[in-house]
């Protein structure tokens, strides 16, 4: 059971926009930045938004993230079918003694 | 660029111990957090444990401490993850991978990861 509750799927139909929210608490969200990441089917994960609303080079910017309080959404505008994998928050937590970091427990994104 | 190359597919016995690689190049090894995450089959990603090289500093998820060992050869530049009893919860995908700037930054970097079955 992971410290950071997302919603295990969410479903959009391309070109609409769809978020993904990552709830937690005061020692981690509250506090410290948010990470979001990609997964499709037998690959790596990949850094999709950093420091809660950053960008690395080369990933669209129809991917954001903002953080309120103590949760973080991504929001993918735009959608396509090819978006279509598993997405995950990081973060760290204060009460983890200097880490490492914690995930949500994913969610599904299904480009119906 | 940055590369992890990670060891291979493991197929193992309950009880057995193994040590996994993941060997690093394109950036001064010593300087960052390396470690790994866990992704059993069809389940999410877990962070087990992450090392500093350049002093050997370990922090581990309390899930994984004293399940698992972290370590790093900085010679040849390679983090390993290492069991001494394998169980069968232990079959898994592991990705080693390295984090940006220490405490409260990105993972940046990920290697290809590392099928460990465990099974009799």
């Known amino acids: 059971q992971s410290v950071l509750t997302q919603p295990p799927s969410v479903s959009a139909a391309p070109g609409q926009t769809v978020t993904i929210s990552c709830s937690g608490s005061?020692?981690?969200?509250?506090?410290?930045?948010v990470s979001w990441y990609q997964q499709f089917p037998g690959a790596a994960p990949k850094l999709l938004i950093y420091e809660n609303n950053k960008r690395p080079s080369g990933i669209p910017d129809r991917f954001s993230g903002s953080k309120s309080g103590t949760s973080a959404t991504l929001a993918i505008t735009g959608l396509q079918t090819g978006d279509e994998a598993d997405y995950y928050c990081?973060?760290?937590?204060?009460?983890?003694?200097?880490?490492?970091?914690?995930f949500g427990g994913g969610t599904h994104l299904t480009v119906l | 660029e940055v590369q992890l190359v990670q060891s291979g597919t493991e197929v193992k016995k309950p009880g057995e111990s193994l040590k996994i690689s993941c060997k690093a190049s394109?950036?001064?090894?010593?300087?960052?957090?390396i470690g790994w995450v866990r992704q059993r089959p069809g389940k999410g990603l877990e962070w087990m444990g992450i090392v500093y090289p350049e002093i050997s500093e370990t922090r581990y998820s309390p899930s994984f401490q004293g399940h698992v060992t972290v370590s790093v050869d900085n010679s040849n530049r390679t983090a390993f993850l290492q069991w001494s009893g394998l169980q069968a919860s232990d079959s898994a995908i592991y990705y080693c991978?390295?984090?940006?700037?220490?405490?409260?930054?990105?993972?940046?970097?990920w290697g290809h990861g590392t099928l460990v079955t465990v099974s009799s």
């Open positions: 991978a390295r984090v940006e700037d220490g405490f409260n930054s990105r993972t940046s970097h």
């Open positions: 394109g950036y001064t090894f010593n300087r960052y957090w």
């Open positions: 990081e973060t760290w937590d204060t009460s983890l003694r200097g880490g490492p970091a914690v």
């Open positions: 005061d020692s981690n969200i509250g506090a410290l930045f």
